[in-house]
């Protein structure tokens, strides 16, 4: 063979070594204890997440449906063995996944009402979901505002309504959410989840952290962040992340007894560690098994998040 084509053959070889080594550690359970054994250690290492207790009101404020149980799941089933009560809002109805609406209604290029359907689904979905962790659906609070665009509503602060990008609505067309026809702006966004605070007089807050790579997530996170600093209430913030960045959380799939690693965009964070026992772990598989269209598009992720551990930080701890 000569010189340029065994050169070739080496760098496909390399290549495709690399690409297997990439396959395994993002896949593999075994991975976690060859090639993570610090980042495993570093978990073990967190001090215990702040417990719960008998009489606390726990809200979660939540971007999509799924986030709830992607992030939380093993939480709100601790605070309600605790004797605390849990209430969930979600700021959108996840009507803006594309991909899932596409299946849903069999269209190539969902729009509108197509897009709106899948809210619909969603907030059934979400409801079996939060039953499954034990939230009674007169804890939920569904505000059905625009999908991918929740910042750029906050940013634009305009009394001109956003436009959804994927079902076209200036307001809230859901029937079942907390305020149907409030016009998609900042200051109806703020004055609906006023509304949710002032009814909840929560204890503790579940919320985003702005590190999180998703938009929603980190507009979630400041419109929440405004309100309870507004109320003097920024210690009872308790934050999570599940847009971690870099394929995290690894490996994919169903490794229930590994852990939950810490998110390379979170790594400057000062985490807590919640342990969660294997009951709780199939609760919360449970709960994300009731997101029966996501589970169709993304089960490996939505099951990645199923680990013996969740993670949870505070405000004064880096945010």
């Not at 059934?124 to 991918?148: C, K, M, N, W």
Request: glycine letters at 8%.
């Amino acid at each position: 063979m000569r010189g340029p084509a065994r050169r070739r053959h080496l760098w496909l070889g390399a290549f495709l070594f690399a690409a297997l080594l990439a396959a395994f550690a993002i896949n593999s359970p075994a991975a976690l204890r060859l090639l993570y054994p610090r980042a495993v250690a570093e978990v073990a290492a967190l001090p215990p997440a702040p417990g719960y207790r008998a009489g606390q009101r726990v809200l979660l404020v939540s971007p999509h449906p799924d986030d709830e149980s992607l992030c939380c799941a093993g939480n709100l089933r601790q605070a309600l063995a605790a004797g605390a009560q849990v209430y969930i809002v979600w700021l959108t109805n996840g009507d803006g996944f594309e991909l899932d609406a596409a299946l849903l209604e069999r269209t190539p290029r969902p729009r509108g009402r197509a897009a709106q359907s899948l809210g619909t689904v969603r907030i059934g979905e979400a409801t079996r979901a939060a039953a499954v962790l034990g939230v009674p659906a007169s804890h939920l609070f569904f505000l059905g505002y625009p999908d991918g665009a929740l910042l750029r509503m906050l940013r634009a602060n305009s009394t001109t309504p956003t436009v959804s990008p994927h079902t076209g609505a200036t307001r809230v067309p859901y029937p079942q959410a907390l305020s149907p026809g409030a016009p998609y702006t900042a200051a109806s966004l703020r004055r609906d989840l006023t509304t949710v605070l002032d009814g909840v007089r929560p204890d503790v807050v579940l919320l985003p952290s702005t590190h999180d790579f998703h938009r929603d997530h980190r507009a979630t996170s400041l419109v929440t962040a405004q309100l309870l600093a507004a109320r003097g209430q920024t210690n009872r913030a308790r934050l999570w992340i599940v847009h971690g960045g870099a394929e995290w959380p690894v490996p994919k799939g169903l490794h229930e007894g590994f852990p939950l690693l810490i998110p390379p965009r979170g790594r400057h964070l000062a985490w807590t560690r919640l342990d969660l026992t294997a009951a709780q772990q199939d609760t919360k598989l449970r709960a994300l098994q009731a997101h029966a269209s996501q589970m169709e598009v993304m089960p490996r992720f939505l099951k990645a998040f199923v680990r013996e551990n969740e993670l949870i930080t505070l405000p004064e701890a880096g945010r």
